[in-house]
């Protein structure tokens, strides 16, 4: 075993790990004694990835490798050793070599889903590539300790280091080396028009050990005006280094990266777009650099991701959790960040920070910048000469080209330049004065904003004289699959659907995006991580918000592996729609490659937000335009609320209390309208019921009297024989009496269903009475009608078949009211029965009935009929 502070030598390998981000702790080689004790201490988790070895004989040596905590050996040490980075050199080539990396978080569900590390070869094999066999991973018995395993393959040059990390890494090296080439190329040439590239970087302060927080700032010539950015206090140490010139109307896109040192594939992201708005050439980004200032900060954290840390800083925070009250003193990188956004938010104006009880000593004043501008050197003072002289023309350019002012000498165009000083300095005299005036206010208001406890979500509105347009906190994610982004929750449906818009827009634009894991709850922004105690609540999204209203503020996550889906992208205006399109229906394994085309499709989802984008896909989408997104994003979120949302993390939510009510309120209305359209539909079947009741009833019991007026009191031969002649006739009659009834039964079935689907939609205590009442009245005025006749009406209704209306009863009868009904129908009433049967049978002679039907016996008639009306009686209920 051995281990020091920088490589680290083992059975003649040596293991690196003096360069910037490796974090290689301890190493010692496994004997082959000691296998079999590996076999009774380790569980293997995945038993289909323990098949890629075939054997520990075929290994010819096998390594324990350790990893440092963040914060290792200090008193900030904490649990995070998910990152790795070290490289390895070998005298013995084209051997096979085991790493079992054995003090990992458990990350069971990152490499059950195919996560490999990734290596390179120097000299050789210069690009990152990830590891050709799938690794394997374990648990001991407790299952607190996750080990890693992989197979290596020595190069056949033992002058070779092969280089190993957990995924591909960029270290403050790298961002170092990257922006110098970029300043080299941005340097180069004059400005010639206003669409020209304005870039500018600086160090707006030093972390912890002295690491530079680089910021750049990107944008055309156009609108530019000849003041700088004011130097705020306790910030931009570097006096040779000038602060960049003010924009006027251009509201700012302020993105970051880094926070968390592990996640690579936010510097990834953050370098496809940084690329994408330097092309001069693309239509795109000229016009993302003519409408907006882009404010880009690469690497919030440096200092962890020179030592080689997962998630926290040298002192063991979490950076993306101080947003709220970040300490110049503590957290310098995050304090810089916070007071940047203020001061592009109030646009360019310096408002007074809340002092806490520690740094009394810290405020935000302008600083003199004459005092500065002496230290300067003469070669700065010269650049800053063209620099000015190159403003003056372009200004003179924009002017002429725009027509924004009248002057047509350049006399008074010098008038009015001068004017234009003079009211400069009076606008600063004004906000000297302002601020004297005004400090009190400004802390009372910041103290409201920023110390709102917990309870209360009550968060500035938005307003359009906001300088800030966007904010984007780029990250990496471990075990949620895809690209996806993390957005405020708000009780309004238009701000809800103007948060959606940007990341709808993403999946339209980048076939890696997945809108579907895009997570927009109120619980997401308080929620309190278990790693370290602390609430999302101080993250950059959710202090963005509640520091300025901004509802645009979004984190970006990307996924270290792969995704769940590949989007369809639908081509660009300007190209053209039979070209072919390689369209991948397998999620890829992510590269650095596909994390920059994720940065570069900021660029025009960002323009489509307004409609300025000149080659757009919208119109070649299945929405056709922003309006279509916006409606589908509407109908979303109409179809969310019905489902169940979380539960809110504050339980004194005012917000949440108030858009319940609402919600109570649209339901009441709702239900209110619902009983008052069916009270509507009662009343007007209550009138065909009576109706109803009175057509059917009275050709029903005709057709009764007919059967009983047709028997003789003394029957002869001859009527024998007619009514043997006549059986068949009488039959018939008898079935067609039948066929009424049957339908009518089914219509009965299907009214009482109806009607308990009414009554468990209406309360009984308001419908049941009214049609009680309904239901009485139809009673005696059938029984009026009928004078003595006695019968039990339970439900009618009226349907539409087709383009008849069909008119039912249903009524059951037993065998004493049949005896009723034969006792009361006299011939007095008969004349008015034959006038109700010419309505219903139409053309039916009623005479030519009563002459063909003839009953033997009273008895076997009647006894038909009870059986009838039995079963219609059995139906009914």
Not at 131 to 147: A, H, M, S, V, W
Not at 225 to 254: A, C, G, H
Not at 329 to 350: E, G, K, M
Not at 456 to 469: I, W
Request: with cysteine; glycine share 4%.
């Amino acid at each position: 075993m051995a281990s020091t502070a920088e490589n680290i030598t083992c059975s003649g390998f040596v293991f690196f790990n003096n360069f910037d981000s490796a974090n290689l702790a301890k190493v010692e080689q496994v004997r082959i004694s000691e296998k079999a004790v590996d076999k009774d201490v380790y569980e293997i988790d995945d038993k289909s990835s323990s098949n890629t070895f075939n054997s520990k004989d075929a290994v010819d040596y096998e390594f324990n490798l350790w990893t440092k905590h963040d914060c290792h050996g200090t008193q900030f040490q904490n649990n995070n050793r998910t990152w790795f980075y070290f490289g390895v050199r070998s005298n013995c080539p084209s051997v096979s070599v085991k790493f079992n990396l054995v003090n990992l978080n458990k990350q069971v569900k990152m490499f059950s889903q195919g996560m490999c590390p990734v290596f390179k070869i120097v000299p050789g094999h210069l690009n990152w590539e990830r590891i050709r066999e799938r690794p394997t991973y374990t648990l001991d018995q407790k299952g607190n300790e996750f080990t890693l395993s992989f197979l290596y393959y020595t190069p056949e040059n033992s002058k070779a280091i092969t280089y190993f990390a957990f995924t591909y890494p960029f270290s403050y090296t790298d961002l170092q080396n990257y922006l110098k080439k970029v300043d080299a190329r941005m340097g180069k040439g004059s400005v010639i028009s206003e669409d020209d590239i304005y870039y500018h970087r600086e160090c707006a302060i030093k972390s912890l050990e002295g690491r530079r927080l680089d910021v750049l700032t990107i944008s055309s010539y156009h609108n530019i005006t000849q003041k700088r950015e004011d130097r705020l206090n306790n910030m931009f140490p570097e006096l040779s280094e000038e602060r960049p010139y003010k924009f006027r109307d251009k509201k700012v896109i302020f993105i970051s990266a880094r926070v968390h040192p592990g996640e690579t594939p936010s510097s990834f992201v953050l370098n496809g777009f940084l690329n994408f708005l330097l092309n001069r050439e693309d239509q795109v980004a000229i016009n993302l650099r003519r409408l907006y200032v882009f404010k880009l900060i690469p690497m919030l954290n440096p200092d962890g991701v020179a030592r080689g840390h997962y998630r926290m800083d040298t002192k063991g925070v979490n950076l993306n959790r101080v947003y709220l009250h970040p300490s110049q003193v503590d957290h310098p990188t995050i304090y810089a960040a916070r007071n940047l956004i203020r001061y592009y938010h109030h646009s360019y104006q310096v408002s007074s920070e809340p002092v806490d009880d520690d740094l009394s000593n810290i405020n935000l004043e302008i600083m003199d910048n004459n005092i500065i501008n002496s230290t300067a050197s003469l070669a700065s003072n010269h650049a800053r000469d063209t620099t000015t002289k190159l403003l003056q023309q372009v200004t003179l350019m924009s002017l002429d080209e725009k027509n924004m002012y009248t002057l047509e000498t350049t006399n008074k165009f010098s008038l009015e330049h001068a004017d234009s000083t003079s009211i400069d300095k009076k606008e600063e005299l004004s906000k000297r004065n302002d601020k004297t005036e005004n400090i009190t206010e400004d802390r009372a208001n910041d103290r409201l904003l920023n110390y709102t406890t917990v309870c209360s979500s009550e968060t500035p509105k938005s307003s359009n004289n906001s300088g800030l347009y966007l904010y984007i906190d780029l990250h990496g994610h471990a075990s949620k699959k895809g690209v996806f982004m993390y957005g405020n929750h708000f009780t309004d449906p238009e701000d809800t659907v103007t948060c959606m818009l940007l990341p709808k827009l993403m999946s339209i634009n980048n076939p890696h995006f997945h809108f579907a894991s895009c997570n927009f709850a109120e619980r997401n922004m308080y929620i309190i991580d278990k790693r370290d105690g602390m609430s999302r609540e101080g993250s950059g999204r959710v202090a963005v918000y509640r520091m300025t209203g901004l509802i645009r503020s979004y984190t970006l996550e990307c996924n270290y592996n792969s995704g769940r889906l590949v989007n369809t992208i639908p081509p660009r205006v300007r190209d053209k729609m039979n070209k072919t399109m390689n369209r991948i229906f397998i999620p890829p394994k992510y590269t650095p490659a596909v994390f920059e085309t994720v940065g570069a499709a900021l660029g025009p989802s960002i323009l489509d937000l307004t409609e300025n984008n000149p080659n757009s896909r919208l119109p070649n989408s299945q929405y056709r335009s922003l309006r279509g997104v916006k409606s589908h994003l509407k109908l979303m979120y109409v179809n969310n609320l019905s489902t169940p949302t979380n539960k809110s993390m504050r339980k004194d939510n005012v917000d949440a209390v108030a858009q319940n009510t609402c919600i109570l309120k649209d339901v009441e209305t709702k239900l209110n309208d619902a009983m008052t359209g069916t009270r509507n539909v009662v009343k007007n079947e209550n009138k065909l019921m009576k109706k109803s009741i009175l057509r059917r009833g009275v050709s029903l019991y005709s057709a009764m009297k007919r059967i009983k007026s047709s028997k003789k009191p003394r029957q002869t031969r001859q009527a024998l024989r007619t009514h043997s002649a006549n059986n068949v006739e009488n039959s018939t009659v008898i079935c067609t009496i039948k066929s009424e009834v049957k339908p009518f039964l089914k219509t009965i079935h299907y009214c009482r269903s109806t009607r308990s689907n009414i009554e468990s939609v209406i309360s009984s205590d308001i419908l049941k009475p009214r049609l009680n009442i309904c239901t009485n009245k139809k009673l005696i005025t059938t029984s009026n009608s009928m004078k003595t006749c006695n019968i039990s009406i339970e439900e009618t209704t009226a349907v539409k078949h087709g383009s008849k209306r069909l008119k039912m009863i249903s009524s059951t009868m037993t065998k004493n009211t049949l005896s009723e009904i034969e006792e009361s129908f006299c011939s007095e009433t008969s004349t008015k029965v034959s006038s109700k049967m010419t309505r219903v049978h139409g053309k039916q002679n009623i005479k030519e009935i009563n002459n063909k039907i003839q009953i033997p016996g009273k008895s076997s008639k009647m006894k038909k009929m009870n059986k009838n009306s039995s079963v219609l009686e059995e139906d009914t209920k």
